[in-house]
């Protein structure tokens, strides 16, 4: 056996590995392998080369298997070419649907009159009427937060929606305020200075010239003296000291300041600039001048700047109240044409004047 | 057979090397990570290479003698592909575009694995090389012997030797050979 061959020893080795050898010869491989280290080593390196080769081959199937299981997988690339020919197909579709609804979109804005509204509402000028639901309820929180007292709110409070200043132009009830004020409403009332309330109706409103002429029509109302105050149709000059009462709050507050330019909000030849600090809640209250004579309402502001408000000429209230049809009056408006402000303090006239200009309360 | 397969089953599934196992890999495995990489500018083919590639780098380690899987299957088979698919971005220039996959950190330290794959990979394509060049009849009738497993006399009936010895003979020399050329090789 010492004489063997390497080649037939790699043939005994390989039925050895294969198990073909019986027990005895088996036996006698191992043994002889024990006893011939070269051949050990020969057997060492045989069979390390052959499962290097085996591990090859069985790779080699597992990537084969591998590629042809990877031919048959395709799910990602159906779903996504699926939405993208379906995207394609469905293009037309999908862009004339949103066209449609862009148009409709826009002609029914168009159609509701949002783009006016919209223009109008972006404008810098600010109608002074007070929303008292707000304010109120400010209030109402803050009296709570503070005093921790359940206020009883009565629904009255809860009804109003705004509150503005209007101011009596005869003795027997009529009044004017703005027409922004009073627009939409379902009911006004009349609060004077002595907290007492009145209902009153529109008889007239001039929506160019921002003017409503209410009638007080309620039986508790009693004529007054006659107004103190006279209307001043006459050009006011720049300059002119001037100042107004007027409801921002639900007491009366007085503002003074001068006449600051002969036309109102961009150019608007029916109003004047006027620089007295105004408020929501100013708008419908007089402008008088030293000697107690209305010379505008309040109506507006110009937000964004200082000092800039608007008053509705007196000469423009005289036209719309001469452009009033007869029918729709109870008995003539006769301006009072006779002041009794004229040498009076600047305290003393308010005074008379407070009982003339009233909350407007738009329900 | 179980909807749901154990990792321990797909496993063991690889190391027989049992095709219904291959296609459930596929099926469980492949439809995230070739999301992944289409995602990140890949496109189908590439994502299949780079899952092939993945399954390849967990078959290397299954097959080792010592092994053990620290993680889910399905995040190392995750965390293979998004490396191999980074390094091909890099190769490609374009791993700026891929920045929602390079910017978070490994999930798994799969680099060894990885590693060693390669090493794998270069001693089996020196042996296939080998194979290559060994030629016919000798490649076919080795692979009979020592890989199918046929006996000697069928070997000798397949190929027309005359006896046994004669086909051992053969056998002999074709193996010296082949020896030789992997020996020879060097990559």
Redesign the interface.
Known sequence: MSIMQRHEFIDWADQYLRGELPEDEAFAFESFCNQNPDFAELLEQHTSFLNQWKETENLNAFKKALAQESEKVEPISIKKSKIISNWNKLQINISVAAAVALISVFSSLWLTGYFSSLKKATTDYSALRREVNSVKRNVNEQNKAIQNINNKSTNDENTIHFGATGFMLTKDGYVVTNYHVVNGADSIQLQNSKGQTYKAQIIHSDREKDLAILYINDSNFKSLKSVPYTFKKSKSDLGEDIYTIGFPRDEAVYGQGYLSSNTGYAGDTIAYQISIPVNPGNSGGPVLDNQGNIIGIISGKQKGIDGAAFAIKTKELIETLNRIPADSLKGNIVLNNKNNLGNLSRTEQIKRLQEYVYIVKVY | MPIEASDHDIIQG?VI?D?RT??R???LY??AI??MI?NNNGT?DE??DI??ES??VL??KV?QKQFELSSKLSTFLYAVSRRLWLKQLTRKGSVANSSDISDYEDILQVEEDMDKHQENEA??DK??LA?QELGEPCKTLL?D???K?LSMKDIQEKFGYTNTDNA??Q??KC?QRL?KI?FNINI
């Open positions: 690889i090397g095709n291959i296609s890999i596929y099926k492949y439809p070739a999301r289409i189908e994502a299949k899952f092939q399954v390849l078959y290397n097959t001693k089996f042996m296939n194979l692979k012997f020592y890989i497993n051992k003979t056998k002999y193996l020896k992997y």
